[in-house]
């Protein structure tokens, strides 16, 4: 099918169609895993003309493959993107993007919250290379304002962010990065482009652990990247062929057999959280619950705005602390205690001391991410027995 003419449908019929359809050399209706590192000239003057850009084609994975290229065009179409490039992690994205960037000298702002490994890339590795970020409270828009300078080279937003679901204002971002004429980055992992769709919002690229939701099932390390055809270009011409974190064909296949069941996976997702969450609101032993679809969520209305759901990420405290969170991650029985997040299985994990361990104790608490916060990415399973395994578990629990 055409583009144009793909573009039409909504958003779960692209999930099924959008990677394009029945191989056109075979009509297998599934996309081939092209597993070739290297792809034949017609002579050597097509090969010649494929190094020099004058002729679209493969020459080599580490620069594109087919399968790689069905996921690309998946994610652009689910983003409502130009382009999109896939790599081997989340973390290669966000690398790449940053690098694409950034030179020596120049600084970035971003949320303070934040998955760990992109903290740790802002504060341990960028400095080497002399790029500072700097790390605010995105929920002031002032904090974002005083801290762009004229060596600001872009604007890095996670939301719902990672672990505290904190909300960061999209449009918001969009205007202020338009206003000094730098590009919106934004992390859209917990989301998926079913709940947010940043682009739409005024953002400039979009970014993505497709590990998570993307993939859904556990089985694959990757990551995506959605922007300008221009910007594409040149991350895949200069920082995915110098860095080489390339996605493997098979880990291709798997997410694009992954997005085929996102709209339902994410709704399911949603739906179970949700139950969960006013399952944990109200029970004796939770201090407090972090769910953006809970009115209490302090975030809730902006969150309404520009997300078309809630996701299924929920945080909360447990009273006795750090302790009481441990007896309860030992109690679980269904709930698997994991870091990672968005598949189909429910994991449980403990931000301070797993995920978000690069951050220093006064990180933390600045980020409120306190000793007692535990992480639950639910799962798909039936919310009845999540709620059962959690209330077992917490009868365990001595607060
Ligand atoms: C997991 C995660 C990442 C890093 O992705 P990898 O695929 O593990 O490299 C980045 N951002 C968020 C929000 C994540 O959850």
Known sequence: MENNEMKRYSFATLCVHGSGGADPATGAISVPIYQSSTFKFKSARHGAQLFAGEKEGYVYTRLGNPTQSALEKEMAFLEGGEAALAFASGMAAISAVVFAYCRAGDNLVSTNTLYGGTHNLFMETLPRFNIEAREVDTTNLENIINAIDDKTRLLYIETPANPTLTITDLRACAKIARDYKIPLVVDNTFPTPYFQRPLELGADVVLHSATKYIGGHGDTVAGVVVGKKD?????????????????????????????????????????????????????????????????????????????????????????????????????????????????????????????????????????????????????????????????????????
């Open 231 to 399: 910007f594409i270009d040149e991350l895949r011409a200069n920082f995915l062929r110098d860095l080489g974190a390339v996605i493997s064909p098979l880990n291709a296949w798997l997410l694009v057999r992954g997005l085929k069941t996102l709209a339902i996976r994410m709704e399911r997702h949603q739906q179970n959280a949700m139950k969960v969450a006013k399952f944990l609101q109200f029970h004796p032993k939770i201090k407090r619950v972090w769910y953006p679809g809970l009115t209490t969520h302090p975030q809730h209305e902006l969150a309404k705005k520009q997300m078309a759901g809630f996701g299924g990420m929920i945080s909360f405290e447990i009273k006795g602390g750090r302790r009481a969170g441990e007896q309860l991650m030992n109690a679980v029985k269904l709930i698997t205690l994991a870091v990672s997040l968005g598949d189909v299985d429910s994991l449980i994990e403990h931000p301070a001391s797993m995920t978000h361990s690069t951050y220093s104790e006064e990180e933390l608490a600045k980020c409120g991410i306190t000793e007692s916060l535990v992480r639950l990415s639910v799962g798909i399973e039936d919310a009845r027995d999540l709620i059962q395994d959690l209330s077992q578990a917490l009868r365990k629990v001595k607060v």
